[in-house]
């Protein structure tokens, strides 16, 4: 009996799959990618791959580290440094256990919530994508909710309740139309 290996995917395969997983999420679910829900998830989830016992300070670290590379993005800052994972290699296993755990612990940690119909549709759409780059939302739907319909699917993602960070910027955006609103009666009276 031959035994193969599990196949081990490049890190940068790896973050590629969660950040498209999760963008196609957000964008299915009608949220931004800068909603707490996503920035925590994606900072667990590369946690979780360098060490799955990780303290959550570390995942607050990760965020932190996240968010300053971004800012020096958007500045064009270039970091020359190459970064030392790049070389890493990950299973399957190892991917699943770390994104699965990143979604019950921010779920649990930043919501105080059960995982819900978007946390399930980032697992299985970063695994799906881990594998099928290529993979559209209808794909992931086929591989991982057998026979149901993309958009019943799309449906339960657009009706998970707003988080409070959603919430807030909801109600300033409603605000600001009211606002916006009394200020043309004023000008119109």
């Excluded at 559209?136 to 026979?147: A, K, L, P, T």
């Amino acid at each position: 009996m031959t035994h193969t290996a599990a196949p081990a995917f490049a890190y940068t395969d790896v973050l590629a799959a969660v950040r498209a997983g999760i963008r196609m999420t957000a964008e299915e679910a009608g949220r931004s990618l800068t909603n707490q829900r996503f920035t925590w998830i994606t900072a667990a989830a590369l946690t979780y791959l360098d060490n799955p016992e990780a303290p959550w300070a570390d995942v607050v670290a990760r965020r932190e580290t996240i968010a300053a590379a971004k800012a020096a993005e958007n500045r064009q800052e270039k970091n020359s440094s190459p970064d030392p994972r790049h070389d890493i290699r990950c299973t399957y296993d190892q991917v699943s256990r770390a994104v699965n755990k990143a979604v019950d612990t921010t779920a649990e940690t930043v919501r105080n919530l059960a995982p819900d119909d978007i946390d399930n549709f980032v697992v299985n759409a970063v695994l799906t994508l881990l594998e099928q780059p290529d993979a559209s939302f209808d794909d992931i739907v086929i591989e991982s909710y057998g026979g149901e319909e993309p958009d019943h699917v799309s449906a339960w993602l657009m009706d998970v309740t707003m988080d409070d960070d959603e919430f807030e910027a909801h109600l300033a955006a409603m605000n600001d139309g009211y606002l916006a609103a009394v200020q043309a009666f004023r000008l119109t009276a």
